[in-house]
């Protein structure tokens, strides 16, 4: 149990996300997380702004029912199967982004600094999660996939299209990271 | 119930995504930063494990629920929309720090802002849907 509840090393996690796919890929699906945005969009009648949202959402039902288990999953890690463990991080890290004004790196996954409430509520932190979701929905339909498409599924499935997209998203975070990310914090 | 085994896979993929520390923020930073392996060890031993799992197979010795050989769907040939709609999408990956599994994940853990994220993703998602016919690809 103690394993369970302390975080999960790396080569543990790698295998079980291709557990993931596997299963979906068993079950006749297929991994891929970003194509419930499209669904959404279908569902609140998108269909009749654009063509690229006039297919049969209801098929996708499926895929719809993994991100409410995914929801679920957050709610049980957090709640049920975690100890007092903070991330472990770089103390480089660490030392960063404590000049970058991030306080308390790695106590919670997300920082306060951009997700708190207090941030949301003003221009800039309502503003920096408006662009940046608005840029994963927007680059990811571009892209044809995110993370699960591309860079697990695709890459598994040795995908020449989807190692142009992993060099894009590597190439985009290293931009954001390094030289944008310190222009705002 | 026929979607009792998808609410399972969800499940599975939301604790394993914060169990192995791949939803938090900082792990993206640190990545993206060259300061840890830990998301290259995820990412590459995932994909190691996925090419096994599909190169297995391909030579038949696993089959789908139905008997059925396992298709992955191919991506179209193309080079601009991979590369352009990748970059973009870095762009918000780092900044958020979560991708479309995550944003849902996060959600669950407590972080009630990811809300103004999806919402702001599925809008993303619906101007690409607008523009799509004028964009490269």
Wanted: aromatic share 14%; glycine share 12%.
């Amino acid at each position: 149990m103690e394993h369970i509840l302390a975080p999960w090393p790396w080569y543990i996690s790698g295998p079980l996300i291709a557990l993931v796919m596997s299963l979906l890929l068993y079950l006749g699906k297929t991994f891929g997380m970003s194509s419930n945005l499209r669904t959404m969009c279908s569902m609140m009648g998108a269909g009749k702004a654009a063509n690229f949202f006039k297919f049969n959402w209801k098929e996708q039902k499926w895929n719809l029912i993994v991100v409410l288990g995914a929801v679920i999953g957050g709610f049980i890690a957090t709640q049920y199967l975690s100890d007092s463990s903070t991330t472990d991080l770089n103390p480089k890290t660490v030392a960063e982004l404590q000049h970058m004004g991030f306080k308390n790196s790695g106590i919670e996954l997300v920082p306060d600094e951009i997700y708190s409430l207090e941030a949301f509520t003003t221009p800039k932190g309502l503003l920096l999660l408006i662009i940046g979701g608005f840029l994963v929905g927007f680059g990811t339909r571009y892209a044809g996939g995110c993370t699960s498409g591309h860079a697990i599924t695709g890459l598994s499935s040795l995908q020449k299209p989807s190692l142009i997209a992993v060099i894009g998203f590597f190439v985009g975070g290293l931009i954001m990271t390094n030289f944008i990310l310190p222009l705002i914090f | 119930m026929k979607y009792l085994k998808f609410l399972l896979v969800g499940i599975f993929f939301g604790i394993v995504l914060v169990k192995s520390e791949a939803v938090s923020w900082y792990r993206i930073y640190e990545m993206f930063r060259f300061q840890s392996f830990h998301m290259y060890g995820i990412i590459g031993t995932a994909i190691a494990c996925g090419i096994l799992f599909l190169q297995m197979s391909k030579k038949g010795i696993i089959k789908n629920i139905r008997g059925a050989n396992i298709l992955v769907p191919e991506k179209e040939k193309g080079f601009s929309r991979y590369i352009i709609g990748g970059v973009l999408f870095g762009f918000g990956w780092a900044l958020i720090g979560a991708c479309p599994g995550p944003m849902y994940i996060l959600l669950g853990t407590g972080v009630y802002s990811m809300i103004i994220v999806i919402a702001a993703a599925l809008l993303g998602t619906f101007i690409y849907g607008i523009l799509k016919d004028k964009l490269p690809h």
